[in-house]
């Protein structure tokens, strides 16, 4: 949660610091590496639908 909004983003763990990397696929922001207490994980995303056109 971020200002109390839930956020969707990829998540990879870091196993050198034991935290929890916070991706995003907007490129103009940086990972950030999260506590392992400092998250809750609601749930897993299996599938996306995007309305672009190739």
Do not use: Y
Request: proline content about 6%.
């Amino acid at each position: 949660m971020f200002n109390d909004a839930p956020l969707i983003k990829p998540l990879s763990a870091d196993v050198a610091t034991r935290k929890i990397r916070v991706g995003s696929d907007n490129d103009k922001h940086n990972p950030q590496l999260a506590a392992e207490n400092d998250r809750t994980i609601c749930g897993r995303v299996q599938a996306w639908l995007t309305l672009r056109e190739h």
